[in-house]
């Protein structure tokens, strides 16, 4: 098994694999490369990691014009590849697969077969408890979780979910690469959606519910909550940030592990993703979006 990179003078301390090359997997990969953090991005999808590339270069550009990337650290490099092997060697992991449990426990399980022992594997979800995800690795204390805001080059702060059988050095390890990655980590204890998405989801599903009640049209709940409640975008152009799929996946998770009716999604969000009109990424959500499609 290959052991992880030498830290010698001269060379980065961190080498990040992310696996999935979705808008998430990307924008972690944008945020690392852009602080000097040398990227893996694995995904079995060629075409999908030829997209994501595409969208880590547009990333990169658009960051650099809003000032959100370091001047005294160069870009590091991005490689990207088709197979879990490609992980060796890693000196951390972020797991960014589709937020469904089965899906994230298989690639853990086998990504943790790869990698070396201490290796920090992280899982980025939104809703799905660590320690669930971690009964699938072969050393569950090597796992943690985060929750990266969209788009995680813009938002500094990021919620890091310390599950039940994570150890210290799987806590120092992602203090490490956060703080290479000047973000502010926000360290919490683990339950099903932890702090944002259990306070932020019920919301926007009760604000998509006021909007198919008929009550306001999207935009007045959005100008709303902005302008008397200090919303800094509106809960719905938000859903349509975080993606609407994305959204009902993790009330789905919230509402069976927490039985909490304020999380069964909403017909307004189930006729959305039924639809395809799921956000930016698709063009389409709860407001139109001319080529932002991904």
């Known amino acids: 098994m290959q052991q992880p990179l030498p830290q010698t003078a001269g060379t980065p301390r961190h080498h990040l694999v992310v696996l999935g090359a979705g808008v998430m997997g990307a924008s972690i990969a944008t945020l690392a490369v852009g602080h000097g953090v040398p990227v893996t991005l694995i995904d079995v999808d060629d075409a999908k990691l030829a997209a994501a ?33 490609d992980a060796a060697g890693a000196t ?63 938002i500094r702060t990021v919620e890091v979910i310390r599950g039940a059988r994570t150890g210290e050095q799987a806590m120092d390890s992602i203090r490490s690469l956060l703080d290479a990655l000047r973000r502010q980590p926000v360290v919490v204890r683990d339950a099903p959606g932890f702090v944002t998405s259990r306070v932020l989801h019920p919301m926007i599903n009760d604000a998509a519910r006021v909007v198919q009640e008929g009550t306001a049209t999207a935009e007045d709940v959005d100008t709303l909550m902005q302008g008397c409640l200090g919303h800094p975008t509106g809960p719905l152009r938000t859903a349509d940030l975080i993606g609407i799929d994305n959204l009902v996946d993790s009330l789905r998770v919230l509402h069976e592990r ?26 389409r959500g709860f407001y139109v979006y001319q080529g932002e499609t991904s």
């Open 53 to 85: 590339e595409s969208r880590i270069a547009g990333e990169l550009r658009l960051a650099q014009l809003m000032g959100a990337l370091p001047d005294d650290v160069p870009e590091a490099a991005l490689t990207t590849g088709g197979h879990l092997a």
């Open 92 to 154: 951390a992991v972020v797991e960014a697969v589709t937020e469904d449990a089965d899906i994230k426990e298989k690639v853990l399980a086998e990504v943790s077969a790869v990698v070396a022992p201490g290796t920090v594997l992280v899982s980025n979800t939104s809703s799905i408890p660590i320690d669930e995800l971690a009964s699938a690795a072969a050393r569950p204390a090597d796992v943690v979780g985060t929750h990266f805001m969209n788009p995680p080059y813009l």
């Open 258 to 283: 927490t039985g909490d009716p304020g999380c069964l999604p909403c017909d307004l969000l189930l006729e959305k993703v039924r639809a395809g009109d799921i956000g930016r990424k698709s063009g």
